[in-house]
């Protein structure tokens, strides 16, 4: 069966502070992994696509990399509007699963 | 408009009443999708549309009824619900409902949810 572990469930950051959030996951057949990201009352909003191991994204100060068994969410020098919580997703030969996600606090 | 919209945004409800929550996508997709969202816990995927055509139902209870009547809209009907079934609905939709690596049509773009409480 699909399972994806966010971890930690929660993150308090001073801004500047870096840090990574982690996603473990198994699956059949790996067709991409996605990270959203959710602000209070909104729904999730697409950050990036990881098809393969060793595979990177980056957006501003994310950045996002995919083992066969992981994918991490670097931030770098966050500030407080990267104050959000994180979702990974996985898409296997049948389903999307995914992880009950990482709340990040950011303050100044 | 653009992307996808969900109305009502906050809904209560008593267990004995009927309602509907809204979705409507305006980005050309042919995949629709309702997920329930409930705190500290991972989106539980409900119901999938592909061209108007169920692909998918979770087991979800048959007091969640979907419509979808064109591939721009799909509807939750809701009735005789639960004070557990109280989470945030959130319709989504993507180019395709069918895997596809590399593409980006598997990409859910989510509405803004509607909150529903049931007393």
């Known amino acids: 069966e699909d399972q994806v572990t966010q971890s930690p469930e929660a993150l308090r950051l001073q801004e500047g502070e870096s840090s990574s959030l982690n996603c473990s996951y198994t699956?059949?057949?790996?067709?991409?992994l996605f990270w959203y990201r959710q602000d209070p009352g909104k729904g999730p909003e697409f950050l990036f696509t990881l098809y393969s191991a060793g595979e990177e994204k980056e957006k501003e100060r994310l950045k996002a990399t995919l083992t066969k068994k992981e994918s991490f969410l670097h931030i770098t020098a966050p500030k407080p509007e990267d104050s959000a919580t994180y979702l990974c997703a996985v898409r296997g030969d049948y389903k999307l699963s995914f992880g009950a996600g990482t709340t990040v606090t950011v303050r100044a | 408009e653009t992307g996808v919209t969900q109305t009502p945004r906050h809904l209560v409800m008593g267990m004995t009443n009927k309602k509907s929550l809204k979705c409507e996508q305006h980005?050309?997709?042919?995949?629709m999708y309702w997920y329930k969202q409930s705190a500290k816990k991972p989106l539980e995927l409900m119901f999938v549309y592909s061209l108007e055509e169920r692909v998918e139902n979770n087991s979800v209870p048959s007091r969640f009824s979907p419509e979808c009547p064109n591939s721009s809209h799909l509807f939750l009907h809701l009735h005789t619900l639960q004070p557990e079934d109280s989470a945030l609905y959130l319709c989504?939709?993507?180019?395709?409902?069918?895997?596809?690596?590399?593409?980006?049509?598997?990409?859910?773009?989510f509405g803004a949810g509607s909150r529903l409480t049931v007393l």
């Open positions: 980005l050309g997709h042919n995949a």
């Open positions: 699956v059949s057949g790996l067709r991409g």
């Open positions: 989504a939709s993507s180019r395709s409902a069918t895997p596809e690596q590399g593409s980006g049509a598997n990409v859910l773009t």
